[in-house]
């Protein structure tokens, strides 16, 4: 055993913070190395190398001194390095950009006690990185066998960063989640997310990644394939969200300069989507009782792509003129909301006073990532519960209105499912309510059914996801099994539904590396036809990367 299992690195004025939570994981019988007082003179440097080299866990305090300062960063980085950093917020801070792929536990209003949630749910990380028995490879940090991860004891193995839901179920008790990857195997069935398999699906988002980002136009954008005269808004800003995925998930390599362009481009082209007499981004109006917004023609969609793009842009970079553009696009969004809360596709269809599944799912991602880019704010909380609470209400629902459009549609429930689980992430939800449970219950049942149909289920299922009923005539809106389906399987792997089977989360886990292999094997798609398809699987990869495995 190593002198310390946890090294804690801060700043001098988070000292206080750094204490409180020493002498809480020494409570809980760690030995921590955190005093740097107690270190002499010049022995300084070689005595903190020592600690930080030999500690199974490094902890770094992120606060709005600490992402300023070299020596928490290079502390940090080490960490990274090793396989062995645990994020912990101390309060608003923007994480420096190379460790913003880790989820941080947020321990901003915690005040010592034991039974804080984000407390435990760092202690089970601390846990799973001093106590593993076995290091597989560069996979992620803290990727642990069936062996480590029973070492944690009675404590469940849970995600970093992210509440107490993200838990496997005992599937004859060896099912354990452990750091920011996951395996899972008993000894009837040898399935794991392996070495190799996130390493294919990395080298697939690679190449993706490269082949669309040599596809930008000269002004930045993308049009929605070769052929077409102009840029498009719509896949400007899929393919623009998919590629800054990619590069943040430490797979892809769209940089500075491009992401800059591209940025430009949708700041450009957005101004379509604004109505003559504008919008106060500043006091966005709830639909009417029309069922009509602010806007004349709401375009909700491309406006959410957009949206997501340039909250993904200023993940990386501060840019003051696209975030007030991201702030104005926001308050247009939310202006574009029905009573209901849910979204419409566009106000010159036939639908255009009733909800539209698939606008809905999209605009609630919007939200999210306007909420995790310019931070907590009433309006767009709001638009956020109201958006899910008509999804979780609707979802799938045996009613024959055509508005209620996620029966018989595969690709679309599974992205529904996505966007609600990334709901309750930002709330810190620790728990589904027993509603979203029954989504969750019957999304399964739906991928299951889908997997015992075929060996090739994207296939089997694909016809399903060629036409979204969309108010009075179906529209012919592609929407993609493979991707969604393969992020929804990950997050139900990790976090199962309450009264789930023993046998059929076996059979989810298994088919669950399938659709990996799947989605990595999808590195050549074919960019010069139309560009929505390439964008979302560009976008799956990187997300699926961000879940089971660390880019490197």
């Not at 321990?107 to 990380?125: C, I």
């Not at 055509?402 to 499912?417: C, D, I, K, T, W």
Request: aromatic share 6%; hydrophobic share 40%.
């Amino acid at each position: 055993m190593s002198k310390h299992q946890i090294f804690v690195s801060y700043s001098r004025e988070d000292r206080a913070a750094a204490e409180q939570l020493a002498r809480a994981l020494e409570r809980d019988g760690s030995t921590v190395w955190w005093d740097r007082k107690l270190v002499a003179g010049a022995s300084f440097d070689t005595v903190i190398d020592e600690a930080l080299t030999s500690a199974g866990c490094v902890i770094v305090l992120w606060s709005r001194v600490s992402v300023t300062s070299d020596w928490v960063k290079n502390e940090a980085a080490e960490g990274l390095k090793r396989k062995a950093l645990v994020p912990v917020l101390l309060d608003d801070a923007r994480i420096p950009l190379q460790f913003r792929h880790l989820h941080a536990v947020s321990l901003a209003d915690w005040s010592g006690d034991a039974g804080h949630a984000e407390y435990e749910n760092l202690l089970t990380a601390v846990r799973e990185r001093t106590n593993a028995t076995t290091e597989v490879g560069a996979i992620s940090p803290g990727l642990a066998t069936t062996t480590g991860a029973q070492a944690l004891g009675p404590r469940r193995a849970t995600l970093v960063g992210y509440p107490r839901r993200f838990v496997f179920a005992a599937v004859g008790g060896a099912l354990a989640a452990a750091g920011v990857a996951w395996t899972y195997g008993t000894e009837r069935s040898s399935a794991r997310v392996s070495e190799a398999d996130v390493g294919q699906l990395r080298n697939a988002c690679r190449q993706l990644s490269r082949k669309l980002g040599a596809r930008q136009e000269t002004t930045g954008g993308y049009k929605a394939n070769p052929y077409d005269p102009t840029e498009d808004g719509y896949v400007t800003g899929q393919v623009l969200y998919g590629l800054l995925a990619s590069t943040q998930s430490g797979a892809g390599d769209f940089g500075p300069e491009p992401s800059a362009r591209g940025a430009q481009a949708i700041r450009r082209l957005a101004k379509d989507f604004f109505p003559p007499d504008g919008v106060d981004a500043t006091k966005p109006e709830r639909g009417s009782a029309s069922g009509l917004g602010a806007a004349v023609e709401p375009r909700v969609v491309p406006l959410a792509w957009s949206i997501m793009a340039l909250a993904r842009y200023l993940a990386a970079y501060d840019d003051g003129e696209t975030r007030a553009m991201l702030a104005e696009l926001r308050g247009l969004l939310l202006s574009n909301a029905l009573e209901n809360g849910s979204f419409q596709f566009s106000a010159d269809r036939l639908n255009a006073k009733r909800p539209n599944a698939y606008a809905t799912v999209i605009a609630l991602m919007a939200l999210l990532e306007c909420r995790r880019i310019l931070g907590v704010d009433e309006t767009t909380d709001r638009g956020i519960a109201t958006a899910a609470s008509w999804i979780v209400k609707t979802y799938p629902s045996p009613s024959s209105s055509p508005e209620l459009a996620f029966q018989g549609v595969n690709g679309l429930a599974a992205q529904a499912f996505w966007a609600l689980e990334q709901a309750r992430e930002v709330r810190r939800d620790a728990r589904r309510t027993a509603a979203e449970d029954r989504v969750a219950t019957l999304l399964l049942r739906d991928l299951l059914k889908a997997c015992r149909k075929s060996a090739s289920p994207e296939e089997s299922c694909s016809a399903s996801d060629g036409r979204i009923p969309n108010g009075a005539t179906p529209t012919p809106l592609i929407m993609l099994w493979l991707p969604w389906s393969t992020l929804a399987a990950i997050e139900l792997v990790r976090n199962p539904p309450r009264d789930v089977e023993s046998a059929d989360l076996e059979a989810l886990t298994s088919a669950t590396r399938t659709f990996i292999a799947r989605l990595a094997a999808r590195g050549d798609t074919n960019v010069d036809s139309y560009r929505y398809e390439p964008a979302e699987m560009l976008l799956a990869m990187a997300e699926a990367l961000r879940r089971i495995g660390t880019a490197q």
